[in-house]
């Protein structure tokens, strides 16, 4: 079964930290880049932060130097490590996956996962 999977998110207060954890089945296999992106209600999902399988990595600027994403290629997981969060990081984080299933190449998201960040 072809399943990209989230968890991690939750309630933190300013300041505070989370980390967000993604696994892609085994089913979905060659990923190049896997990735984190958010959404807020009634605006367009952006890039958070990506990773290539050979490591090399990309943020956005409003993240650069708080999040941190990395990966294990071995168990086709990524995880993104949120800390000095601020509530304008609250929104749903999704989870991206490009790589190839049975029925060819596919860019695979998950369900989401909700972040709130608030005193």
């Known amino acids: 079964q072809v399943q990209v999977v989230e968890s991690g998110g939750g309630l933190v207060q300013p300041g505070g930290s989370l980390r967000l954890s993604c696994a892609a089945s085994?089913?979905?296999?060659?990923?190049?880049?896997m990735g984190w992106y958010r959404q807020a209600p009634g605006k367009q999902r952006e890039l958070v932060a990506a990773?290539?399988?050979?490591?090399?990595?990309n943020y956005a600027d409003s993240v650069k130097g708080r999040f941190t994403i990395s990966g294990d290629n071995a168990k086709n997981t990524v995880y993104l490590q949120m800390n000095s969060l601020k509530p304008e990081d609250k929104d749903v984080y999704y989870c991206?996956?490009?790589?190839?299933?049975?029925?060819?190449?596919?860019?695979?998201w998950g369900q989401g996962t909700q972040v709130t960040v608030s005193s």
């Open positions: 991206k996956v490009d790589g190839y299933t049975d029925y060819g190449r596919r860019d695979l």
């Open positions: 085994r089913s979905i296999f060659s990923i190049s880049v």
């Open positions: 990773i290539t399988r050979g490591g090399s990595t």
